[in-house]
């Protein structure tokens, strides 16, 4: 089967050994195994798998239709624009995409447009990650992701996460028509910059008339125990990017812009064949639905700091991010006995599906990303297996 696969495709990923037959709830089934899925298809299945009132509206939809295409008006599309709007508290208008790249190389566009050739430049940051299309390649940190593609777009700097003394030298230039930042950095291990960043972030941007993207395409629909992670800040983005959970399992890509930014796009400008399919809609409108109740928010910060407090209090590792968004920091590569690759296998092998990884900062760190409905039963099935690990590293 394994083998199959590797005929057929691209040798794009580094796969787990893992052949999936179903998947409900927080589990994933393979043969007479079971796997509590820390990493909800990274990032994506936040009500968990298999939810029977999503699959009820998705039969729904199919039996009225697949497809019409963006010539047309969608019912599911304006639901869940209205869905989706009711997150912010200010006005906005979205552009539907199918990938979070596209919701990146739309938000790019969208920020040049605004400035209508005036200030062309992007400011992003070290550990940034964007996706894997040429445009948000340009805005990803990582050279090894970059080189081998190079020339990118031009006109993306980089400094550092968290440095807003560089952020206000590279601002002041006049030439950034957005700053590209991610509230807190995923795919990098759940890295959080120091607290208020993105606050003051905001401001400096205001003061030198830049605009602000934030990329809430990880962070969003309350993994770190708001709907936004920029709530956290009280701040508003003059463009959000929303993808992975916001489709409930299906392909969507949300760019939000401000009402100002809005006025300056006209047909013709951006477009997409797939962008807001029908199914996209009605499982993203299911989802908001349900995780904008503020008592589901509650739960995940909950849940979050339970889980947190364990794993620093009485596991001893460390614990970055928020929420239920968190990197679990083993410490320095050099001081462990077990490298990435292994301790991702020890986790796979006590049916754990995670993400292991080496930070840009240097030290191994278990990237997990929960489904949100995860219970306190399923949260100490993993903190078993941590104990077991912390024993074995
Ligand atoms: C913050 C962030 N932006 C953009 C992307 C790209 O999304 P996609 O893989 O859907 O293109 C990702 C994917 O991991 C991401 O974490």
Known sequence: MHNKYHNYFLNTYSKYPISVDRASGCFIYSGKKKYLDMISGIGVMVLGHSVPELLTALRKQIKLYLHVSNLLYDKSQIKFGEEFLKTLQKKYKIFLSNSGAEAIEA??????????????????????????????????????????????????????????????????????????VEPIQGE?????????????????????????VVDEIQTGVGKTGKFWCFEWDGI????????????GGLPLGVTAVSEEISECVKP?????????????????????SRVRREKFLREVAVKGNYLAKKIKEEIGFGVDGKGLML??????????KKKPTDINQFLIERGIIANVLKSYKGDIRIRILPPLVIQKKEIDLFLDVLWDLKKNL
């Open 268 to 288: 013709g400008l951006h477009a997409s064949t797939f962008g807001g399919n029908p199914l996209s809609c009605v499982a993203g409108t299911y989802v908001i």
């Open 327 to 336: 990197g679990i920091t083993l410490g320095d590569e050099n001081n462990l």
């Open 188 to 212: 990098s291990g759940v890295i959080t910059p120091p607290k208020e960043f993105l606050k003051e972030l905001a401001n400096l941007c205001k003061r030198t008339e830049t605009l602000l």
């Open 236 to 247: 508003f983005p003059d463009i959000l990017t929303s993808s992975k959970a916001i489709g």
């Open 107 to 180: 938000s790019i566009k969208f920020s040049r447009l605004f400035f209508q050739g005036k200030k062309m430049n992007f400011l992003c940051f070290v550990g940034a990650f964007h996706g894997r299309t040429t445009g948000a390649l340009s805005a990803t940190w990582k050279e090894e992701f970059k080189k081998p593609f190079y020339p990118l777009l031009e006109g993306f700097n980089f400094v550092n996460y968290g440095d807003l003394e560089a952020v206000e030298a590279e601002l002041k230039t006049g030439k950034y028509a957005a700053v590209i």
